[in-house]
């Protein structure tokens, strides 16, 4: 049985978020967690009664348990189960409490909020998120995006860090939904790999070996993020992984001032592995 975690905020994005999940997970026996978050300041809550405070969490829950029954409704599969949670947590405090509590093995969520302007690729929630969550991976998919099966899934890496089993375990349980191939990108800065490289090649490819995949060296010509695009674009690539290394390509993209992401403008769901 897999665990997911699905917070959502009622958006037309979360929901777009939820349907495709619920279609990549649709051979599979799951437990869906439905989180929503009231998102309510430590600071404040001592100025709230309980009586408010409890009201609070019963509209969230009978909002949820809507969302629920809809989905049950209109999702017939019988290996799928549903479970609603509500929090006055900040979302990604919650989502943190639920993967430890519920042994979630994903996190699945639209890449922005109610609130998200299209132009960022990020929202706020899903960058706190991601840099916070950091022993559950996490899937973001982007807003209207529509099914495709993941016949082929991008893995950029540098080959400078060693790539553990733990890591690529999450890579190639994906994979094995759909018996995608694991495309491997190395932009490639310079001419030769060195020795830490080679080594690190060599072990990635002894752990992808049972798994269909390919590796791609790319040219420096342009900065990564377009790079990286590019080779989306070229080769129809229906999903990106990338390990969140701490000061890795995500980390610093993530760092990044919002105008600066705009050129990262992912139009593929986004899988970060947790490091």
Known sequence: MTNILLPTDFSANALSAINYILKLYQHEACTFYLLNSANVKTSRISS???????TMLDNAKADVLKLKEQLESTNTNSN???????????LDDAIEICVQKYAIDLVAMGTKGATGAKEILFGSNTTKIFKKVKNCPILAIPNDYEFTT????????DFNR???AKELHYLKKLADLYDSKIRIIHINEKELLNENQENNLTTLKEY?????????LIPSYASKETSIHDFI????????????????????ILREPVIKKIAFHLKVPFLVIPE
């Open 233 to 252: 674009e070229e080769l129809g690539i229906d999903m990106l992984a990338m390990v969140n290394y701490s000061h890795s390509f995500i980390d610093s």
């Open 150 to 157: 993941p016949e082929q899934i991008a893995f950029p890496s």
């Open 80 to 90: 799928h189960h549903f479970e609603i949670i509500v929090s006055l947590k900040s």
């Open 162 to 164: 060693y790539c553990d």
């Open 48 to 54: 709230f009664s309980n009586k408010l405070l409890a």
């Open 208 to 216: 992808l070996r049972n798994h269909k995949h390919s590796f791609h």
